[in-house]
T-cell receptor, first 114, second 114 residues
Framework: DQQVKQNSPSLSVQEGRISILNCDYT??????FLWYKKYPAEGPTFLISISSIKDKNEDGRFTVFLNKSAKHLSLHIVPSQPGDSAVYFCAASAISGNTDKLIFGTGTRLQVFP | KAGVTQTPRYLIKTRGQQVTLSCSPI?????VSWYQQTPGQGLQFLFE???????NKGNFPGRFSGRQFSNSRSEMNVSTLELGDSALYLC?????????????FGEGSRLTVL
């Protein structure tokens, strides 16, 4: 049972345009959501997070939106750059459980072309 | 500051063998988590250790085990290897004072089972 779903395995965007990566979750106990980026041959790196008490969090070119009623979150990258080409994983956690256990989606491969 | 170090980076085993993977967290990090990454499955949580105690465990068979030492270094062991155990095994550490879920991953140990 995939509790965190990324239904688009890949996305191709032109440099300078907006990239929108989507993620859906099923478990209403999740109260913290994160995005990680992974380059080949490297471990994932933390990108941005959002608590369930918020609906938006922004960090430079990256913005995460959370729609709790729809159990949906998205990552916006504006403007997209070739260096953003990587696999992006959405993750969720129930932080009230005092644990670092994250449930990850299957990832979306973003390619930003010139 | 050194990152999370995993050894070995690559290894090949045959079915029925066992394997031990090692992880040294970032200095000062006391929480260590292990994840398995396979194509199409994303990252799946194996277990989490804090101060030498297993704090959480994922849905993996008993062939998968782990431990943490007093210096926070961690090992995971997989016994009676199966072809399906071929994967990238990622270790992550977390600082207690950081944002929840912000994990620092190593580059992983890629296990191939023949």
């Amino acid at each position: 049972d995939q509790q965190v779903k990324q239904n688009s395995p890949s996305l191709s965007v032109q440099e300078g345009r907006i990239s929108i990566l989507n993620c859906d979750y099923t478990n209403s106990m999740f109260d913290y959501f994160l995005w990680y980026k992974k380059y080949p041959a490297e471990g994932p790196t933390f990108l941005i997070s959002i608590s369930s008490i918020k609906d938006k969090n922004e960090d430079g070119r990256f913005t995460v939106f959370l729609n709790k009623s729809a159990k949906h979150l998205s990552l916006h990258i504006v403007p997209s750059q070739p260096g953003d080409s990587a696999v992006y994983f959405c993750a969720a956690s129930a932080i009230s459980g005092n644990t670092d256990k994250l449930i990850f989606g299957t990832g979306t491969r973003l390619q930003v072309f010139p | 500051k050194a990152g999370v170090t995993q050894t070995p980076r690559y290894l090949i085993k045959t079915r029925g063998q066992q394997v031990t993977l090692s992880c040294s967290p970032i200095s000062g990090h006391r929480s260590v988590s292990w994840y398995q990454q396979t194509p199409g499955q994303g990252l799946q949580f194996l277990f989490e250790y804090f101060s030498e105690t297993q704090r959480n465990k994922g849905n993996f068979p008993g062939r998968f085990s782990g431990r943490q030492f007093s210096n926070s270094r961690s090992e995971m062991n997989v016994s009676t290897l199966e072809l399906g155990d071929s994967a990238l095994y990622l270790c992550a550490s977390n600082r207690a004072s950081g944002p929840p879920g912000e994990l620092f991953f190593g580059e992983g140990s890629r296990l191939t089972v023949l």
